[in-house]
């Protein structure tokens, strides 16, 4: 079960960093468990992920045991708390985050993109990484909707499969599909067309 689990984090991670998804040590995904959370190492290299880059956190706070656990250990807490996830990638996809800078909501164009999201909220907590205030905020969001971005940060992707390892490759293929809606918004934008988010 762990072994197949690790495999799992090796691949999303891997296809994070060659999706162009997020750079070699940012980002973090993680999965829930009976008893807390696995979720990737602070720092670790996700397209060289080891079994030691996958630590167990229990679902409450833990001093000793989440010092070395990425810093959205909170955000990805909050989560398991307040909504339906079973697993959680946080990225930092490119165009998702231009687009962060001028909308309030992003709703996609493209038909796959429209087929999983009809908008994706753009937060703005005075905090953006690894706070309460940031938790919060995405957990509410990702209540009746799969995905959210943090302006200026990244995006924030759940899955709900009941197996592990679905609900991460889940998590992750929906991160894609979000990419790629915000993609062709940005371009069909930039070419000169209005597009179909609203501005602020």
């Not at 008893?35 to 397209?47: F, H, V, Y």
């Not at 946080?90 to 493209?110: E, G, T």
Request: one cysteine or more.
């Amino acid at each position: 079960m762990i072994a197949k689990l690790y495999l799992t984090f090796q691949q999303v991670g891997a296809d994070l960093f060659a999706a162009g998804l997020a750079s070699a040590t940012s980002g973090n995904y993680s999965v829930r468990e009976r008893e807390g959370l696995w979720i990737t190492r602070s720092g670790a290299q996700k397209a060289h992920l080891t079994p030691d880059d996958l630590l167990l956190l229990p679902l409450e706070p833990n001093p000793e045991k989440d010092q070395w656990a990425s810093v959205e250990r909170v955000i990805h807490r909050t989560i398991y708390q307040q909504t339906d996830a079973t697993a959680v990638v946080h990225a930092h996809p490119r165009y998702a985050i231009a687009l962060s800078f001028h909308l309030d909501s992003i709703v996609p164009i493209d038909l796959e993109g429209l087929y999983y999201f009809d908008q994706i909220p753009v937060l703005t907590p005075r905090t953006a990484s690894g706070t309460q205030e940031a938790a919060d905020a995405v957990a509410e969001a990702l209540q009746n909707r799969w995905a959210c971005v943090v302006r200026g940060h990244g995006a924030f992707v759940k899955g709900t499969e009941q197996v592990s390892e679905k609900s991460l490759l889940q998590a992750y293929s929906l991160m894609t599909s979000l990419e790629e809606a915000c993609e062709v918004l940005f371009l069909e934008r930039l070419w000169g067309g209005t597009g179909a988010a609203s501005s602020r």
